[in-house]
């Protein structure tokens, strides 16, 4: 059965939707390593975490690991964190204008021929986002990424040297990789997070 057309104009061009994809699923990693992240630093299991945290924004969020920094011992961590809550706080603006906000063409001329393709938010109406502003929003992610991703390493590894982090890996898994992972290539910096299955996997 073929895909069912949007009923409004998409108005951005093949590559702009491929550079938004890629946004949308780095925002979902980042998201959850800055939650591992928080709960490690706060000493707080996934269930106490979500109770008390879930349902907080994410700028909430990123203002209790700020607060938090100081109780880590470790100053390259510090550092890493510190980094890490500067770049959060520049990106957030910019990626919720992208993901929330209305796309659609700014008109600008009378006989509207001419346009600038963005966002529109009713709420936020000040808070714009264009398509020229996607390769700036993508490139703070990655750097946002990355140093979270350190910030895991060095929450595993005390002290642990700088990776690599560059088509690394997050799997999900019941239980940690095993002697019947044998010859599975696992790269230094790439994430095993503990899951259980759904109830009904019909993985095939």
Sequence with gaps: MPNMPPPYHIPLSPDELARLGVVTVMWGQIDEAFNTI????????????NSLLGRQMIGSRVDHLNAAI?????????????????????????????????????????????FRVGTYNHQKPNDRFYT??????????VEVLSVLGA???RSLEP????????????YYAPQPPDARAAGVMFRRGDRVLRVEPPIQDQTE
């Excluded at 002290?159 to 997050?170: D, H, K, Q, S």
């Design 151 to 153: 910030i895991a390493m």
């Design 159 to 170: 002290a642990a040297a700088p990776v690599n982090l560059e088509g690394n890996r997050i």
């Design 70 to 114: 100081p109780t880590v011992n470790d100053e390259q961590t510090r550092e890493l964190m510190a980094s890490a809550v500067k770049k959060m706080r520049a990106i957030l603006p910019r990626r919720n204008a992208a993901m929330h906000g209305c796309w659609g063409l700014f008109v600008l001329d009378p006989t509207f021929r001419s």
């Design 132 to 141: 020229e502003d996607i390769a700036e929003l993508h490139d703070g992610m």
């Design 38 to 49: 928080l709960r490690w630093v706060l000493k707080l299991d996934a269930k106490v975490f």
